[in-house]
Structures are given as structure tokens and as C-alpha cells.
């Protein structure tokens, strides 16, 4: 078998056109197709990346919300257990401020109620007092009686101060023109003597006494100055007595 160049040549030159139609018509194009292909793996890939990215971003804001959102219910919770407990504690200031005034008040009603009792005892051991003084002054009145209250009379009248006299004779616009002495029984001589000394002695006054008697006082003497006027008998302590009496009633 001959080697023919000519045939080899041919050989290379059909060669070298498939390889051509091959660049021109096949191999070009799956280029292109591939790198249309890459290039649009690569934008899937960006915007993969850009989504990976954009989820990243979002968990992340996600997570912080959480985490705030974590933070505030914490801090609402702390509040409320703070409200609760400051409302808790507001709520034993007012029992204990109730309960202080409700104590108070009936602490007030107790002292009423005690001293309206005590005012009670006291009005009927006065009123008692009262009837047994009445009754015993009206029982023991006579002369005896009422010498003993002219002694005290008499004491009571020394017993006046100088002060007490310059009033007493502050109080007459002019000087009395008689002492009107008023006796349940008749006052003997040496009674009479006395207590005109003593009269005229604290009074300073050199007017006439004149005297009277009068059974209805029962025990005692009405000494009348003036305007002025000393009472020491059983009729006017009876009285007052009854109107005591009727006064508590």
C-alpha cells in the first residue's frame, strides 16, 4: 500500500473544515449556551446569596425583636409586680388607715359613753345629796339652827377682805339709808349687838339697822344692804335645792 500525500492533504484539509463547522456551528453555540448558563447560575447564586443575606437580615431583626420584646416583657412584668405589690401596700395603708379611724371613732363612743355614765352617777349621787340636804335642812330648822348659821355668818363677815369691802362699796351709787336684817326667829340682844358691830365695821357705813322677822325662812337670816343682799337661811337652801333638783331632772 502506497502512501498517498494527496489524500493526506485531503485528508487534513476535511479535517480541518469539520473542525471549523464544528467551532462554527456546534461548538461555538454550546459555548455561548454555556456561558449563558454560568452567567445565570452566577445571578441565581447572587440573588441566592442576596436572599441568604436578606433572610440572615431578617432573623437577625428577628431575633433582636424577639430579644426586645423578650426585654419589655420582663420589664411589663416587672411593672406589674411592682403596681401590684405598690397597690397591695396601698390598699394596707387604707385598712390600717380605716382601721385606725374606725378605732378612733369607737374609742370617742366609749369616752361618750363612759363619761355620759359618770355624768349619770354623778347627777343621782347630786340629786340624792340634794334631797338628803333638803330633808335633813328641813328637818333640823329652828333657833339652834339658826344660831349656828348666824356664827358662820358672823365668821364669814370678819373673813372679808379689804379688797372684797372697796367693791361692795364701789357698788352703791349712794349710801344706803338703812341695813334691813330678816330673821326666821327673834335674834336676842347680844346677837343683835354683834352683828351690827361687825356690819357696821365692814361696811363703813353708820346707817340705822332695822330688823324684822319672817317664819317662812325658816332657820336663818336675809341681811339687805342696798342693792346688796346675804342670804344664809333654810328657805332659800331649800330652794335652790328644788330647783337643783328640778333642773337634773
Known sequence: MEFNWSTFILEIFNFLVLVWILKRFLYQPVLDVIARRRIAIENQLAESEQHHAEANALKEQYENRLANWELEREKASDNLQHELEQHRLDQLDTQKTELAQAEEKNRISRAKQDEQMIREIERRALL???????????????????????????????????????????????????????????LTDEQRQQLQETLLKVTGLSAPVNYAENTELRAGLIITIGAWVLQLNVRDELQGFTEFIHVER
Open 128 to 186: 340624792q345629796g340634794a334631797k338628803f340636804a333638803s330633808q335633813l335642812l328641813s328637818q333640823a330648822a329652828g333657833p339652834e339652827l339658826q344660831n349656828r348659821l348666824l356664827e358662820i355668818l358672823l365668821l364669814d363677815l370678819k373673813a372679808i377682805s379689804t379688797e372684797q369691802i372697796q367693791n361692795l362699796s364701789n357698788d352703791w351709787e349712794e349710801s344706803p339709808e338703812q341695813i334691813q336684817i330678816t330673821s326666821a326667829y327673834p
